[in-house]
């Protein structure tokens, strides 16, 4: 198409040919690249600094204990003084959210992508106002293409609609000529820059930064955020752990392995306050990488759009499946009832590339809190040594501790399996120690049970669901967190992470028995002889398997 040659300075992959654009490679295939490149980076980067090892020294221990000596006692909807701040003196606690009442916060639930899908749907349609979005994977399948279609007509209708992806988690070529597309139509896109040059906002450049960090290409936007009219009395919001890809919302069930489990809250109220302002952080802090470098690519853009308007704006021809196109339009059509409940509730946003912890410091007073039951969903689990040290310590208060994780034969990047796997020993034995002892002797039995999800039931002969991609904690049926945080390196200390931390019995009792009666049910528990054979594998290949992954442990 000669219109787009016209304007190849701008154009992704501006060598090939639009009309022929890629199907989206299978996002499994897309993240465990992406995994292993980002481990890469990061161990390259971590070499002037010792390697990368497993996080049971003496000193991770102590550093464990200090922790949790500090979370207990202590609850998540706490003054900022409970909380450790970040090291860097001009960010301290700012990043934390203040606790909402009630009054300023009513959650619904979202359980699974079909009904997340609808709801979403339907806020894009009746906004009025604005629309922020921010996902870390927005791929051009059916589904996404069908948002973006939304969005052009929003931005068309005069409403102020922004989008934030992650510059390196979405290579397809018919996903970047999407992301083309939505900026030619005027809603901008960070996190894309055309012909691949978000790189350029990507490389950490020393004394041109306030905050300079060389591991800053390993540190990745993994927030999800679906905020509409943002200030206004409609105002509502979706968290949680999904992306925008039709996996996610559960489009294809003919296809398995792309068929996932996931949750989302609708969440309303003042509190939308703190979700906005954790949208703009980022937005902003994009806009000062630019600054810092010039505004080339923003520059280049208005360039773009200057040249487009006179020209015309080039149609971008897409691949698709119109069954899947047919599923989409069902599933948009779908009428969700959204039940409210009011709840105590805070937000938080963890930024490592500020030296934040929020989210891993709420899990750990969750754990502390717990007295009767912790139910732990979560997609990529590697507990490090505080995340273990929190679990053991609440099963010696006579805590059942249920862990659902992905199996080897689920989970996208099945390294992450053989990782956690090798802490499921350690974490069982405390089930053999005096305090499980005395807690049985005493009638109310505690400990760990760990299951892993297998997509299936007992007695299915095949699974009809794909990977867990669900991050969520159920403590003593009255408080929940749902949110993009894994319970593992990566989402602790490297990637930027959100979570919704909300205080009421009837929403806690609703996820909680979608988890027992649901999850588990589709799941097998693992016995402490099966785990045992997980840290100490019999086969060389197991063993040089479990090896290989520890050294990419903290970068993963």
Known sequence: M???????????????????????????????????????LGLLAGLGVGCASRSRGREAQLSAAAMLAKARGTTVFGPAAEFTGSSLPDV????????????????????????????????????????????????????????????????????????????????????????????????????????????????????????????????????????????????????????????????????????????????????????????????????????????????????TRALLARTGKPQIPYTTRADLTATVARLEARAVPRQFEPARCRFFQSRPRLRESYIQQAYLKLLASARREVLLANAYFVPTAVTAMAIKEAAHRCVRVVILANSAETNDTPGITVLGRSYYADLLSVNESAEARACQRAGTPGGVEIWEWMGKRQHDPKPSQGLLHAKFVVVDRVLSLVGSHNLDPRSERLNSESALVYENAALAETLARTFLEQDLASSRRI?????????????????????????????L
């Open 2 to 40: 000669s219109s787009v040659a016209s304007v190849s300075p701008n154009v992704p992959g501006a060598s090939c040919d639009p009309s022929r654009p890629s199907r989206p490679a299978p996002s499994a295939r897309r993240l465990r690249a992406a995994r292993c490149l980002l481990a890469a």
């Open 527 to 555: 016995s402490a002889a099966e785990a045992a054979t997980f840290e100490k594998p019999d086969k060389a290949y197991q063993r040089f398997k479990k090896d290989l992954a520890g050294m990419f442990e903290e970068h």
């Open 92 to 303: 301290g606690t700012s990043g934390l959210f203040p606790a909402r009442t009630a009054a300023e916060c009513q959650v619904s639930m979202l359980t699974g992508g079909e009904d997340s899908f609808a709801v979403r749907m339907d806020l894009l349609k009746s906004a009025t106002h604005s629309i922020r979005i921010q996902a870390l994977i927005y791929t051009a399948d059916e589904s996404g293409l069908r948002v973006a279609e939304i969005l052009k007509q929003k931005k068309q209708q005069g409403l102020d609609v922004r989008v934030i992806v992650d510059g390196l988690s979405n290579p397809s070529l018919q996903t970047q000529w999407m992301y083309f597309d939505l900026k030619q139509h005027g809603v901008e896109v960070e996190g894309y820059e055309a012909i691949g040059l978000q790189w350029l906002n990507e490389v950490p450049v020393p004394l041109q930064s306030p905050h300079y960090d060389p591991l800053l290409p390993n540190k990745r936007y993994h927030e999800k955020l679906w905020i509409t009219d943002a200030g206004t009395p409609q105002a509502q919001a979706v968290t949680g752990g999904l992306n925008i890809a039709n996996e996610y919302f559960r489009v294809d069930p003919a296809n398995v392995p792309r068929y996932w489990r996931d949750q989302d809250v609708l969440v309303r109220g003042r509190v939308l306050d703190d979700l906005t302002t954790s949208f703009e952080r980022n937005w902003q802090h994009f806009k000062s990488i630019k600054r810092e470098r010039g505004n080339l690519t923003d520059a280049a853009w208005e360039s």
